[in-house]
């Protein structure tokens, strides 16, 4: 997914975060510097809080105390509570708890430190333990994890950053602001004039074509779901990193991409992280919860949904490239 506006609002900044690309674009180049500023706060925010990858996070501390009740922070409260939320709102089909059989396929680590090529035979996988089975209190902030259970927020922590860095962008500027972390989308404040002009690439395997679809929107959040760039081999197997929690397995290949747009960029991701997962009954999914989305095929149909507009057409190529879709590095 990448964007485009009139040239007389391109004012923008490109930058590696969280294992994929931070983008931003305001309405005001004067307002650059700070929105910025809010931006890389909120993704080093994100990273302390959520990565499964850093000894010192948050949720690293979560993960190895659990079956013990703890007290979390302020923001680490915030994240769960996305995640909990995506994990109700879908019935379970995105579900936190997939720590421990993501772990398991081999994702153990940072995606670009990870072999391409790993012989060894992919262990018997076992069904998430269930977001249901999580203790967690809002106001007094006590978590108690069951024992042997590992939260992955990837699915929604960095959707959750993204919405942060908009609002809050846009708070501290008062101009429109755009936030793209590989493919989570968020924007606050007055749209441009004409709205923003967001180019589809699909699968993020390559940033979007000239005349490549595109669409405009002037507030909300999309997200996009592949499954064909974060894939990895092991014991023969090519392996993806959206997981099923009722098997523990990868989600079995329908759709090489959905998107989805949502009032927010955490409900967007939920909804094209379940659609993913729900394979062929995504379509009566989205249609009964009204979510426009646009569904990809692993031929390269496209099917649209809840009133998502035909495709119109990229004139130039893209501005801001969206890279693989993934969670907090």
């Known amino acids: 997914m990448t964007t485009r506006t009139p040239d007389r609002f391109r004012c923008q900044v490109v930058f590696p975060a969280l294992g994929t690309t931070a983008a931003m674009l305001v309405t005001d180049p004067v307002a650059l510097p700070a929105a910025e500023a809010v931006l890389r706060a909120e993704l080093a925010?994100?990273?302390?809080?959520?990565?499964?990858?850093?000894?010192?996070?948050?949720?690293?501390?979560?993960?190895?105390?659990?079956?013990?009740?703890?007290?979390?922070?302020?923001?680490?409260?915030?994240?769960?509570?996305?995640?909990?939320?995506?994990?109700?709102?879908?019935?379970?089909?995105?579900?936190?708890?997939?720590?421990?059989?993501?772990?398991?396929?081999?994702?153990?680590?940072?995606?670009?430190?990870?072999?391409?090529?790993?012989?060894?035979?992919?262990?018997?996988?076992?069904?998430?333990?269930?977001?249901?089975?999580?203790?967690?209190?809002?106001?007094?902030?006590?978590?108690?994890?069951?024992?042997?259970?590992?939260?992955?927020?990837?699915?929604?922590?960095?959707?959750?950053?993204?919405?942060?860095?908009?609002?809050?962008?846009?708070?501290?500027?008062?101009?429109?602001?755009?936030?793209?972390?590989?493919?989570?989308?968020?924007?606050?404040?007055?749209?441009?004039?004409?709205?923003?002009?967001?180019?589809?690439a699909d699968d993020h395997a390559q940033p979007a074509p000239q005349g490549g679809p595109a669409v405009t929107v002037t507030g909300g959040a999309l997200a996009t779901s592949g499954i064909r760039v974060r894939t990895w081999r092991r014991g023969g197997r090519v392996l993806h990193h959206i997981v099923d929690p009722a098997t523990g397995e990868p989600a079995a290949p329908v759709w090489r991409t959905v998107t989805v747009a949502a009032a927010t960029c955490v409900d967007a991701n939920a909804a094209g992280t379940a659609a993913i997962v729900l394979g062929a009954r995504a379509p009566d999914w989205l249609r009964a919860n009204a979510l426009p989305a646009r569904l990809t095929g692993l031929d390269g149909t496209v099917l649209r949904l809840g009133g998502w507009p035909a495709d119109s057409h990229a004139p130039a190529p893209a501005d801001l490239r969206g890279t693989a879709p993934g969670g907090p590095r």
């Not at 680490?76 to 993501?102: H, I, M």
């Not at 992919?122 to 106001?139: K, L, M, Q, T």
């Not at 990837?154 to 942060?164: E, F, H, N, Q, Y």
């Open 45 to 200: 925010a994100v990273d302390r809080g959520c990565s499964r990858f850093r000894p010192d996070s948050e949720l690293t501390r979560v993960n190895v105390g659990a079956g013990v009740t703890t007290t979390v922070s302020a923001y680490f409260a915030e994240a769960l509570q996305a995640a909990l939320r995506a994990a109700r709102l879908t019935g379970g089909v995105v579900d936190p708890t997939v720590g421990s059989a993501v772990i398991a396929l081999g994702y153990d680590r940072t995606f670009a430190s990870l072999a391409p090529e790993d012989a060894r035979p992919v262990p018997v996988s076992r069904p998430a333990s269930g977001w249901r089975r999580i203790a967690y209190d809002p106001r007094t902030r006590r978590l108690r994890l069951p024992p042997g259970t590992r939260l992955d927020l990837g699915a929604t922590a960095k959707a959750l950053a993204a919405d942060r860095a908009a609002r809050q962008a846009a708070a501290v500027t008062g101009c429109g602001v755009l936030v793209n972390l590989g493919g989570d989308l968020a924007t606050a404040g007055p749209a441009p004039q004409g709205g923003w002009r967001i180019a589809l």
